[in-house]
């Protein structure tokens, strides 16, 4: 059931209308705390959904909401579950995002 909603979720978090886009992220944002590591079976389509995007977006509403989602992650999550996805990302994002997630990471 957790899949087949954040996978109607996942669209949300990068969807054109920017003021959806950054409900989705605080939404998320909120939600990680009462998921926790339960949100291990989606971590692999919730961080690409969060990250790809929005972390180099030139709106700051969704910058900040973005990048509160990564950093409410690293704090309720267990850091192994994020380990393989963050470096990914770290490998193959560009620009702000890189340089974000690669912080994240040290």
Same mark, same amino acid.
């Given at each position: 059931?957790?899949?087949?909603?954040?996978?109607?979720?996942?669209?949300?978090?990068?969807?054109?209308?920017?003021?959806?886009?950054?409900?989705?992220?605080?939404?998320?944002?909120?939600?990680?705390?009462? &998921?926790?590591?339960? #949100?291990?079976?989606?971590?692999?389509?919730?961080?690409?959904? =969060?990250?790809?995007?929005? !972390? %180099?977006? @030139?709106?700051?509403?969704?910058?900040?909401?973005?990048?509160?989602?990564?950093?409410? &992650?690293?704090?309720? #999550?267990?850091?192994?579950?994020?380990?393989?996805?963050?470096? =990914?990302?770290?490998?193959? !994002? %560009?620009? @702000?995002?890189?340089?974000?997630?690669?912080?994240?990471?040290?």
């Amino acid at each position: 059931v957790l899949f087949q909603i954040f996978d109607a979720f996942k669209s949300r978090l990068h969807d054109s209308n920017s003021k959806v886009n950054q409900v989705a992220l605080e939404t998320m944002h909120k939600m990680i705390p009462l &998921l926790k590591d339960n #949100l291990s079976p989606v971590i692999n389509m919730l961080i690409p959904a =969060t990250v790809d995007n929005n !972390l %180099n977006s @030139k709106n700051p509403g969704i910058y900040a909401a973005a990048t509160s989602v990564v950093q409410a &992650l690293c704090q309720h #999550l267990d850091n192994s579950l994020l380990l393989q996805p963050f470096c =990914t990302k770290a490998q193959f !994002l %560009n620009g @702000k995002a890189k340089q974000d997630m690669t912080e994240t990471l040290a």
